[in-house]
C-alpha cells in the first residue's frame, strides 16, 4: 500500500465518506492500478491508494490507523447513513452493507515490469493531471533511492518536525519532508545554490541517492543538529515565534521558511547553538535588530529564491549575532555564489 513514490495518507473524512456514498449509488469509481510482484505474487499499489485505504478503514481493517472504523459524514445523498461506521450499516440497513460488499472494482495490472523506474513513471503520469502534486510529493516520484526512502521514514517520527507541522499523522503533503532536505541542502551545498530552490532541492535528493553509503553519516549528523536546533529556537523564541519575521511590535502569525533558513544555517555553528540555549536575549534581540535591515526585510518577504536574497537572510542575522558577542558563521558572495568562510 505504501512504497517509497506513494503519497501519504491525504483524504479527509467527508471525502472517504463520499467514496462510501458513491459507492452505495453505484456510481463509477475510478480504476485501481497495481504491479504485480513477479516473486511472490503480491502487489504494489501504484494508483488508488486513497480508495484502498479509505474501504480497508470503513470496514475496520486497518488497524492502528486513527480513521479505522470511521464513521460517515457530510453525505448528501444518502444522508440517513450520516454518522454511522460499517458495524452500524450492516445492523440497521443490511442490504446497503451487501451493496458496498458486492461492488466491483475495476483493476488495471501491470506485469512484468522490469524495474522501479517504470511504476515511478506510471504514479506520476496518473498524478500529474487533476490533482496537482504538491514539488516534493513529485520529488518522492520522479527520484527514488535510498535517500529519499530514508527521508521520508525519517520525518514521519522526528519530534521537530511534528512538532512544526503538528497533527495526529504525519503532513500530508510532505512539507515536513521538503523542510528537512531544504536544511541538509544548505548544510551540505550551500555553495552551490544558484537562485533556482526546486532545482536545488532537486539535485541535493539526487546527489544524495547515488551517494547515500558515503553520505548517511553526514546526514545523521545534520538532522541530529536540526533537532537539537530546533529545540535551541523554541528554548529562545517560544512556539509563538520560533521562524516567524519580527514586524517590530508582534512575531507574525505564520512560520516563515526563509526565516527558517536564516536562524537554522546559523545554528551549524555551535557557539551559536550554545547562545540559543544560554543568552537568549541577546539571541532574539539580535534577530529583531536583524528584522529591521531593509535587505533582511526583503529576503525574507520579497524575493526569497535568489542567491542574493538567500545570503541576505543569513549574513545579516550572523553579523547582528557577531556585534552582541556570540560565535557565528561567516560568509561571502563571490560571483553570485555563497563562499562559507567559518562555520
Known sequence: ????????????????????????????????????????????????????????????????????EFKLSGLTQITRLNGMSYKDICLQYPKDASVLENYP??????????????????FHRLNSGSVKLSPQELRQSLRPGKFISFISAYCEE?????????????????????????????ALFISEYAGDLKRHLDTTVQRLNDEWDVRKNDVAKILARMEDGYQASVNAFGLSGVYRKWNGTNWEARTNR??????????????????????????????????????????????????????????????????????????????????VVKI
Open 158 to 186: 522526528s519530534p521537530a518536525l511534528r512538532s512544526i507541522f503538528p497533527g495526529s499523522e504525519p503532513d500530508f503533503r510532505m512539507r515536513d519532508v521538503e523542510l528537512a532536505i531544504r536544511f541538509i541542502s544548505l
Open 258 to 339: 526563509a526565516v527558517f533558513d536564516s536562524i537554522m544555517f546559523v545554528i551549524l555553528n555551535d557557539g551559536a547553538l550554545k547562545a540559543f540555549n544560554v543568552d537568549k536575549l541577546k539571541v532574539v534581540d539580535a534577530f529583531k535588530a536583524a528584522c529591521s535591515v531593509p535587505a533582511f526585510r526583503d529576503a525574507v518577504e520579497k524575493t526569497t529564491k535568489t542567491t542574493e536574497a538567500l545570503f541576505a537572510r543569513i549574513n545579516v542575522f550572523a553579523e547582528e549575532l557577531t556585534k552582541a558577542g556570540i560565535d557565528a558563521p561567516q560568509l561571502s558572495l563571490v560571483n553570485n555564489r555563497i563562499v
Open 105 to 122: 472494482i475495476r483493476t488495471n495490472i501491470i506485469r512484468g515490469w522490469k524495474n522501479d523506474e517504470v511504476l515511478f513513471s506510471v
Open 1 to 68: 500500500m505504501s512504497p517509497d513514490f506513494q503519497r501519504r495518507e491525504a483524504w479527509t473524512v467527508k471525502a472517504k465518506s463520499l467514496l462510501v456514498e458513491s459507492i452505495l449509488l453505484n456510481f463509477p469509481v475510478p480504476a485501481v492500478t497495481l504491479a504485480e510482484r513477479r516473486d511472490n505474487s503480491t502487489f504494489i499499489v501504484v494508483d488508488g491508494k486513497q480508495r484502498l485505504t479509505t474501504l480497508t478503514q470503513f470496514l475496520g481493517e486497518l488497524h492502528g490507523s486513527q480513521f479505522n
